[in-house]
């Protein structure tokens, strides 16, 4: 009996933040350890079905850099990075749209569908949602940045019910043009800025930021995130992760989140109870 209350109790401590949420748009990107461990991608579509049944308009960016790497490495196309980011020569954009849209993507609709939601797969090339220009042609090819999101695509998609699970490909107006890699945190920002979401959440295969004591810090701010970059406390991977994350915050989200990917319903623990499992970023 005790344990049917603590089930209970557990339910009634996650109301006021289901209440909080509800109708609200949540972005979250999915991408390192849970999105290779078929135990992990079983919990995160639980946690995504059940935040669609509460009421929360989800909505997914997804990466799969990993994915493209051991393509490349099969085809034996060389594959080269230049301050962590790919350089995308045409034929390694080919491979880069082929994972991303037509392997990862339609893998994350089935997982999701399968678990009893009504996800939809497109890239930012569908109806040209995510327009794009290069990084810089000359160092990074065909690597993009966003410049423009039609937040009307994603809208329309919320409204009909469905889960839109994106692609970062971006479009460019040009006929026949192979579209751009883009890096989907930075996508995730994008999109979440455009669409007015309250949230946007960056699955990762670190806690969340940490200090030099190794000790996680649960609650920044932006003034807080520069110091801490400065000082050299952030650094390396998680450099360009807070930089999403102060991204999407500049362009009118509320709180950003960096959480441990490899936890167990880790998105839930982090949006429905009070002391979260992350890193969460205001400005």
């Known amino acids: 009996m005790q ?10 401590d996650a109301m006021p933040f289901i209440k909080e949420f509800r109708d609200e748009i949540v972005v979250i990107k999915y991408g390192g350890s849970a999105q290779s461990s078929d135990e992990l991608k079983a919990k995160f579509a639980q946690d995504i079905v059940l935040l ?20 490349l490495g099969d085809l034996k196309i060389p594959t080269e990075f230049i301050d962590g980011e790919r350089v995308s020569t045409p034929e390694v954009m080919r491979i880069v749209e082929m994972v991303l849209s037509g392997e990862i993507n339609k893998e994350i609709t089935s997982l999701l569908n399968s678990h009893g939601a009504k996800a ?3 890239s930012g090339k569908d109806a040209h949602f995510l327009m794009a220009k290069p990084k810089d042609e000359a160092k990074f090819g065909l690597t993009g940045r966003v410049e423009s999101v039609k937040s009307d695509v994603i809208h329309n998609l919320l409204r009909e019910g469905f889960i839109p699970v994106i692609a970062p490909i971006g479009a460019d107006e040009a006929l ?17 800025a455009a669409i007015g979401a309250c949230k946007v959440i960056f699955m990762t295969d670190t806690p969340g930021v940490l200090n030099n004591q190794k000790e996680l810090l649960s609650t920044l701010t932006e003034a807080q995130v520069e110091s801490l970059k400065a000082n050299g406390t952030i650094h390396g991977g998680m ?13 009118g989200v509320k709180k950003a989140h960096i959480i441990d990917g490899r936890i167990e319903h880790a998105i839930l623990l982090e949006l429905f109870t009070s002391d979260g499992v992350g890193t969460q970023i205001t400005l």
């Not at 089930?7 to 009634?12: A, D, E, I, Q, R």
């Not at 669609?52 to 393509?71: A, N």
Request: net charge positive; with cysteine.
């Open 176 to 192: 026949g043009h192979p579209g751009y890699n883009i890096n989907a945190d930075l996508a995730a920002s994008a999109v979440a």
């Open 120 to 122: 939809i797969g497109i």
């Open 52 to 71: 669609h049944l509460v009421g929360v308009k989800v909505v997914i960016v997804h990466g799969g850099g990993s994915r493209i790497s051991q393509l």
């Open 239 to 251: 450099v360009p992760k807070v930089d999403a994350c102060l991204e999407a915050v500049d362009g």
């Open 3 to 12: 344990r049917k209350i603590d089930t209970v109790k557990t339910l009634m």
